[in-house]
């Protein structure tokens, strides 16, 4: 596939806006300064190029600006007896919903803002707006009907009744990635909200512009101080703000580097409640059986599945697969099947249909900087004897200007290269082989990162796939048999080890990250029970939903 420039879309433009005490406002150049965002995905019409232009701007805190935040955040929060924690549960439901109905009415232009900023595919665009949605919906149906959140009752033990149900921790600072700035940003921030904390979120460097879509609906729909925007370059806003020891919680996906950099920087971190989803190197391990001539339609299936697995979103998602491992003997098949399949995929812009209707699969990279990387990589597997199997892989389509790469599959991939080891996050496919089971085994165990695993295999080698298995369920956190590694479905527990992760998410486990139980006790003798049955009907922290 080739890239035709599409001109008929017009871009879009978002002016910078602060949220201050709960009000919504554009600034200027004048009172803070701006940095122009640009979108990846603008073309030249008479070049028939890829020409980044601006489509926003961000607002770039001082630490100054960052140091009232935190002040604002914490007369918000005021000890725990701020308006928003001290809400009982059931009115900060129907808060929340009502900012779910008010940010709804965005939807058509976050999801344009997330094709040009970060260029995702519409598909793709949408399905992340509309995730979102349901997953913030189904966290509210747990905290709903879950004994552990609205349905608390009391219970006796021995002699003492008890009442338990979780409150808020605090302060919590947001950090969401640039490839899913709405979803997975959202996948803390909701659950901590209706915990009843104070929110600051720290609005991404790239994929940002989304978020300043939202405050409108965050204004009309939660009191003043309970949500809180920072923007600006990370290294000048976030040191000073857990420095400042404000902060409670962190909630941080991206990098471990940056997460280590800001727990180090609290003054007290062995009280900072920590929720990390960081890198991974996810392995896809294609068993020998898949090679018999009578499993051919397995393997066909499952070789769609690595392609799935590797390129969706251009390959910029943790739970990618990162490696693709075969059976030596069967190495360069398996990377001329994949090489075959990734030369189909049409390459374009996000909302370009092509001849079959389908929309463009590998679309441009959010900057240059993610282009020379994957560069980087290929240049140094490429210098150390492996190939680029697929026709025009690696090639950059659309100019000088353009971040739209051709995808590259790699082999033969060895321990000396690069890419063997360190996490790309963008479009590029390698294959390495194995003698041995135990290879894999190997690279599981002694590995950096420990957030999923793909098995691929047929009957006959069950064993083999139950011997990883058993291994692997003390590396990894999901464990996929014939299936791409991901998060989904939301309800189950999405979790990972060593430095993939700390912390537990899913539309329940996500409460408990963001929330502490709280005991109310007393000894069932004498007045105590009518005594506390009168404080229970007074209280907002214990009625129910």
Not at 2 to 8: E, G, I, K, L, R
Not at 313 to 333: H, V
Not at 452 to 478: M, P, R
Request: negative net charge; hydrophobic residues 40%; contains cysteine.
């Amino acid at each position: 596939a080739t890239c035709v420039a599409d001109t008929t879309r017009k871009s879009p433009f978002v002016a910078p806006r602060v949220m201050a005490k709960g009000a919504v406002r554009e600034v200027t150049s004048d009172e803070i300064p701006m940095e122009d965002v640009l979108g990846c995905c603008a073309s030249d019409e008479k070049k028939q190029e890829i020409v980044p232009q601006v489509i926003g701007r961000l607002p770039q805190m001082s630490t100054e600006q960052t140091l009232e935040i935190a002040k604002a955040a914490k007369s918000a929060w005021n000890g725990g007896s701020g308006v928003w924690p001290q809400m009982s549960l059931s009115k900060r439901v129907t808060a929340v919903e009502n900012f779910l109905t008010e940010l709804k009415k965005q939807r058509e232009s976050i999801i344009e803002l997330l094709m040009w900023e970060i260029g995702k595919n519409e598909a793709d665009a949408t399905s992340e707006f509309d995730r979102t949605i349901e997953f913030a919906q189904q966290v509210i149906d747990v905290v709903k009907s879950d004994p552990e959140f609205g349905g608390a009752s009391w219970q006796s033990i021995g002699a003492t009744r008890a009442f338990v149900r979780r409150a808020a921790i605090g302060i919590i600072l947001c950090l969401g990635p640039y490839n899913y700035p709405l979803n997975e940003t959202y996948a803390t921030l909701i659950p901590a909200l209706l915990m009843g904390n104070i929110v600051i979120l720290k609005i991404p460097t790239i994929g940002g512009l989304s978020h300043l879509l939202t405050m409108d609906a965050f204004s009309k729909a939660l009191p003043p101080g309970t949500i809180h925007f920072v923007s600006g370059r990370g290294r000048a806003t976030m040191p000073p703000l857990m420095e400042s020891g404000a902060i409670d919680g962190l909630a941080f996906i991206g990098g471990s580097s940056a997460a280590d950099t800001l727990i180090k920087g609290h003054p007290h971190p062995h009280r900072l409640k920590v929720f990390l989803q960081l890198e991974a190197k996810n392995m896809g391990i294609f068993l020998e059986d898949l090679f018999d001539p009578k499993n051919a339609q397995v393997l066909d299936t499952v070789l769609d599945e690595a392609v799935l697995g590797s390129l969706s979103f251009n390959g910029q998602r943790c739970t990618a697969l990162k490696i693709i491992f075969a059976p030596s003997s069967q190495g360069e098949t398996v990377a001329k099947a994949l090489a075959e399949r990734v030369e189909r995929l049409p390459v374009g812009l996000p909302w370009q249909k092509w001849d079959n209707g389908s929309l463009s699969k590998i679309t441009p990279l959010p900057n240059q900087n993610r282009i020379d990387y994957m560069k980087s990589l290929i240049d140094d597997a490429t210098s150390k004897g492996a190939k680029v199997m697929n026709k025009g892989g690696g090639t950059i389509l659309g100019g000088t200007e353009s971040t739209l790469m051709v995808p590259a599959v790699l082999y033969p991939v060895t321990p000396d290269m690069k890419i063997y080891s360190e996490e790309q996050f963008g479009p590029i496919v390698p294959v390495a082989t194995y003698d041995k089971v135990e290879t894999v085994l190997e690279y599981g165990r002694d590995g950096e990162y420990g957030q999923q695993v793909s098995v691929f295999t047929a009957q006959q080698s069950t064993e083999i796939a139950a011997n990883l298995l058993d291994n692997f369920s003390s590396v990894f956190g999901k464990i996929n048999i014939n299936g791409q590694c991901g998060r989904s479905p939301d309800t189950l527990p999405f979790s990972g080890r060593r430095s993939s992760a700390m912390g537990v998410m899913s539309v329940r486990d996500a409460l408990f990250e963001f929330s502490i139980p709280t005991v109310v006790a007393y000894k069932d003798k004498g007045a105590n029970a009518e005594i506390v049955g009168q404080i229970e009907k007074s209280s907002s922290f214990m009625q129910g939903i």
